[in-house]
């Protein structure tokens, strides 16, 4: 079975200022996908960003980017120019890419809480 | 195009009442999947549903069970309440066209059980 781990419970940055956020997952399959999911205080789901496991390329979006090592299973989110609207829970999230039944069942780490100070 | 849409919100519920929950995907969307997310276990995947056909179930009690209907809107029925099943009950939608698919969330029903 699959296994997400974010390490860090808790982390804070200045408005402005780039955070990483870090997460490792285990898995035996060689095609999947990573999450980055962002949870805000009205518990709404948001996904941040995605990376195909077959591309070598790190995804971006805007602000967001991720350093994917698929070698040593690690997928970390970057936030650059942090702004107070990014204070939020964030998830990891892996997902196969050949479910039982094209099932796309996600396995979330425990999340990771992040403030933003101004 | 409207996003997922979870009723109700907020749920009291005493033990041993049963609750049904549910979860209307963004149009077009088959597949809906259920989460259940509490401060001790965190995310975990309940079930899973495509085309009215569960594919994929996660590791809960029987209590615990599901369906989704022609129009894709699912519905969840929790059976003979623990306090233990209080927790934000999410689902999530996608196209489930190819294996490329994203997942959108709903804003979830919060469940207290007392």
């Known amino acids: 079975a699959q296994t997400v781990t974010q390490s860090q419970p808790e982390m804070s940055v200045q408005e402005a200022e780039t955070v990483t956020l870090s997460c490792t997952y285990d898995?035996?399959?060689?095609?999947?996908?990573l999450f980055w999911y962002k949870q805000p205080p009205s518990r709404q789901m948001i996904l941040v960003i995605r990376q195909e496991a077959y591309k070598q390329q790190n995804a971006t979006e805007n602000r967001f980017s991720v350093n994917f090592q698929k070698a040593a299973k690690s997928f970390s989110l970057k936030i650059s120019d942090s702004q107070l609207g990014d204070a939020a829970m964030y998830f990891c999230a892996y997902r196969s890419a050949w479910g039982q039944g094209g099932s796309e069942k996600l396995v979330f780490g425990k999340g990771m809480k992040l403030t933003v100070n101004p | 195009k409207a996003g997922v849409t979870q009723t109700p919100r907020y749920l009291i519920k005493t033990r041993g009442q049963q609750v049904t929950l549910s979860c209307s995907p963004i149009?077009?969307?088959?597949?809906v999947s259920w989460y259940q997310q509490t401060p001790g276990q965190g995310l975990q995947f309940l079930f899973e549903?495509?085309?009215?056909?569960?594919?994929n179930k996660g590791n809960f009690p029987g209590r615990f069970s599901g369906r989704q209907f022609s129009n894709s809107r699912s519905e969840m029925n929790v059976s003979t309440l623990e306090l233990g099943d209080s927790a934000l009950y999410l689902c999530a939608s996608s196209l489930a066209e190819n294996i490329q698919e994203t997942q959108y969330f709903g804003p979830g029903t919060r469940l207290l059980v007392l």
């Open positions: 898995t035996s399959e060689s095609d999947y996908y």
């Open positions: 549903y495509f085309s009215e056909t569960q594919r």
């Open positions: 149009s077009g969307h088959r597949s």
